[in-house]
């Protein structure tokens, strides 16, 4: 074991993430189904504070369909941009 030369460390993946098709920021797989009920309100918030004419309907959450256990996260974020 003494003998076993050590390598250059190997660079890890930083984990998937999903960007939120409100307000454009990525999110982790866990953290943004905690994210989007805040970020809707927030959105609510102040698109109610624009001009009635100005005001927009809140956008729909896209369907992500999902093959077995795993989730496309590429495809996910292409179809919210």
Not at 9 to 24: N, S
Not at 61 to 69: A, D, F, L, V
Request: proline share 12%.
């Amino acid at each position: 074991m003494e003998n076993l030369v050590r390598g250059p460390p190997r660079a890890t993946k930083p984990p998937p993430t999903i960007i939120c098709y409100i307000c454009g920021r990525q999110y982790g797989s866990r953290s943004i189904e905690i994210h989007i009920p805040q970020c809707l309100k927030k959105w609510e918030l102040q698109n109610e504070r624009l001009p009635k004419n100005q005001r927009k309907p809140p956008q729909s959450r896209p369907e992500i369909t999902q093959q077995g256990k795993a989730i496309d996260m590429y495809k996910v974020n292409e179809i919210i941009w």
